[in-house]
């Protein structure tokens, strides 16, 4: 040490342990063994067996960037970490295998290692390019394990549009489990926001069967586009399975609709007359609104029912129709028989609508007025009449609008 010999000899002689051991301190610092003690609680691992799983413990004496897999005779290597920094550390680190290795397989994102002779391996390269690798014998027991397909799924329709018209408005997704497993169900927007469908339910193995109704789950509206949906199966093994495919939206809105004006006249009939229901209504949503029942002109009496008219053709198909409707303050029907007169939201004849006889759809922006009449054959001096729009199943979007007295004389 050339520096002492400037110190007077019997100062040396007292700075030299401190001298020395400042040296030893000064080595410490610079590290020490890449790798230190690497052991494995076992050297046989049956997973599907054990009731806890194998764990790997390992020093690391300086920083590193650390691999540790396992690697089988016929040469295959399952990657368990790959170029983790560890930083050096006096306590050692734990790896905890549960017997399950990620895949570079797209539908199998992780599954149990076939039973087997393998050797843990882990290697640590420090920052300076020096190299550390230690392995280990295991033996994998047990038998496999079959995984949690997700066997015949099916999205239909693979387009929807979310707005309540009942054509499509929801996605049907059905599959089979041939094992018990751990399901989520998830949509990823082209924004990239996860919108949840499924989340964390067991099932077993059978046919499955989930809707979705194009929306998130507070019930807020999604944007249209192509999205893409994600099925995930894990076993209680650590097996992990997905499959993932392409689902459209469409036309997506809430559809909205007010009464623009109404009015019943006369206000004063003889009992068999005719009082007329004349009705003005305009979407004010962003979505079509679909239509069908008796067209503009159309004729009750006040012994009749909508759903009961012409044979009953108005409700033969399914909801989701929107239609105005006249009722009277007296009525007891209730329920579905509230709004006994009905007409379809069109003022033009069933063979000029968007599809002849059938539908027609009052567009965004749009109005019309329609015509009703009413035949007065109820032995009533005074009727509260009023009117209201009606979408087949859903509800009544207005309601007793529009009220008016009819006085009936006999």
């Known amino acids: 040490m050339p520096y002492l010999r400037q110190i007077p000899a019997h100062l040396r002689r007292l700075l030299l342990p401190f001298s020395f051991l400042l040296t030893m301190l000064l080595v410490g610092c610079g590290g020490g063994s890449l790798l230190g003690e690497v052991s494995a609680s076992a050297t046989t691992f049956a997973p599907a067996e054990a009731a806890a799983p194998l764990t790997i413990s390992y020093a690391v004496g300086r920083q590193a960037n650390v691999d540790i897999y396992l690697l089988a005779v016929d040469g295959a290597r399952y990657d368990l970490r790959r170029n983790e920094v560890r930083p050096a ?147 209680r093994y650590g097996n992990v399975v997905q499959r993932q495919g392409n689902i459209a939206l469409e036309d997506v809105g809430h559809p909205e609709a007010r009464i623009v004006a109404a009015y019943i006249a006369p206000q004063r009939v003889m009992l068999g007359s005719v009082i007329t229901v004349t009705v003005r209504v305009r979407n004010t949503g962003t979505v079509p609104i679909r239509t069908y029942g008796p067209a503009t002109g159309y004729e009750y009496s006040t012994d009749e029912v909508f759903s009961s008219v012409e044979a009953g053709r108005y409700t033969a198909q399914a909801g989701g129709f929107w239609r105005v409707g006249v009722d009277w303050d007296a009525n007891s029907g209730g329920g579905a028989l509230r709004y006994p007169f009905r007409w379809a939201l069109s003022d033009r004849p069933p063979e000029a609508w968007s599809t002849p006889g059938v539908e027609d759809f009052l567009m965004p922006g749009e109005e019309v007025e329609i015509v009703g009449r009413v035949r007065m054959l109820r032995r009533e001096t005074r009727m509260g009449f009023y009117v209201g729009l009606i979408q087949d199943g859903v509800g009544f979007f207005q309601d007793r609008t529009g009220r008016t007295i009819v006085e009936v004389g006999f």
Do not use: C
Not at 142 to 158: C, D, K, M, R, Y
Not at 201 to 210: D, K, L, N, R, S
Not at 214 to 230: D, E, F, I
């Open 89 to 235: 550390s006096s306590e050692p680190y734990v790896l905890r295998f549960d017997g399950t290795a990620p895949t570079a397989d797209p539908t199998i994102l992780r599954r149990m290692l076939p039973p087997g002779d393998y050797q843990v391996v882990l290697a640590a390269t420090a920052v300076d390019g020096q190299q550390a690798e230690v392995r280990l014998p295991l033996t994998l027991a047990g038998s496999e394990i079959p995984l949690p397909t997700i066997e015949n799924l099916a999205v239909s329709p693979q387009t929807i549009s979310p707005n309540a018209d009942a054509l499509d408005d929801i996605a049907e997704f059905t599959y089979r489990l041939p094992v018990t497993a751990t399901v989520d169900i998830s949509v990823t927007a082209p924004s990239g926001e996860v919108v949840p469908v499924v989340t964390r339910e067991e099932e077993g193995p059978f046919e499955q069967h989930h809707v979705w109704n194009g929306k998130r789950p507070n019930g807020s509206l999604l944007s249209a586009g192509v999205y893409t949906y994600t099925v995930r199966a894990e076993d």
